[in-house]
């Protein structure tokens, strides 16, 4: 009995590891969020194994029939609708009882959103740090970004389509004109990183519409001025 978490595509299919389409045609079970998006993953690689929707609302119900086929010496693969289980997806409770019923869990690494977009984003990488999404309510994600306007660390965070413009109208109005890199569609035929200052963004959005998927970063230190700095204490 071993639990598999294993990260899939956040776009393009074919970023799909060797070993990760070795333990999903092994498993016994998939544990999926949707059973209507994983088979596209599953039927263009020929695996067999049946689904279990296993999503936010279900997580702790779920989690304990998962349990109880791991204890029955089946072999369970959880995997998220794109990147990597667990992280901003569900995941958290199965760990954790898996943890603390001895039962063996492993990761196979691959496509992580976040990581993808840093890369992508230009910004420094050495040191960032990653919020999840911001707060869907308006007082609480300018909060949020209060507290975020002391931050040294390249920022990452993931949007929803339809709360994109309100947040970047809430990093105007916290953190000023600044410059973010907003990573929209990566992998995917569209795939687009918008190097702009936060009211320059507003106005493109405004214009073109809102599609697809986002990642915002920015960074509140001149790029310059660390390296200069970084230079200085070598």
């Known amino acids: 009995m071993v639990l ?18 070795e333990v999903l045609r092994s498993v016994d079970l998939i544990a999926c969020e949707d059973t209507r998006h ?10 067999t194994a049946p689904l279990m929707s296993y999503f ?3 997580e702790r119900i779920r989690a304990d029939e998962i349990l109880k086929r791991l204890k029955e010496g089946k072999d369970v693969a959880l995997i998220s609708d794109a990147g990597t289980p667990v992280l901003q997806d569900p995941g958290f409770f199965l760990t954790q009882g898996a943890i603390r019923e001895g039962i063996p869990f492993t990761v196979i690494p691959g496509p992580t959103a976040a990581i993808t977009a840093l890369v992508l984003s230009g910004l420094p990488p050495d ?30 965070f993931y949007e929803a389509p ?3 413009l309100s947040s970047l109208k809430d990093i105007l109005e916290v953190l000023g004109d600044i410059e973010v890199v907003i990573v929209r569609e990566m992998t995917k035929k569209f795939e687009e990183v918008l190097r702009k200052k936060v ?11 809102v599609k697809g998927e986002f990642v915002i970063l920015f960074h509140l230190k001149e790029i310059g001025m660390e390296r200069e700095t970084s230079s200085e204490e070598t």
Do not use: C, M, W
């Open 4 to 21: 598999y978490l294993v990260a899939t595509p956040i776009g393009n299919l074919k970023d799909i590891s060797l070993r990760a389409l």
């Open 38 to 47: 994983a088979r596209k993953l599953t039927s263009a690689y020929g695996i």
């Open 56 to 58: 936010d609302h279900n």
């Open 127 to 156: 040191r960032f740090v990653f919020e999840g999404y911001l707060p869907p309510k308006r007082g609480q994600r300018q909060r949020k970004l209060r507290r975020l306007s002391s931050e040294k660390r390249t920022v990452i």
């Open 162 to 164: 339809h709360r994109l």
């Open 199 to 209: 009211g320059e963004q507003i106005a493109h959005f405004e214009k073109k519409g």
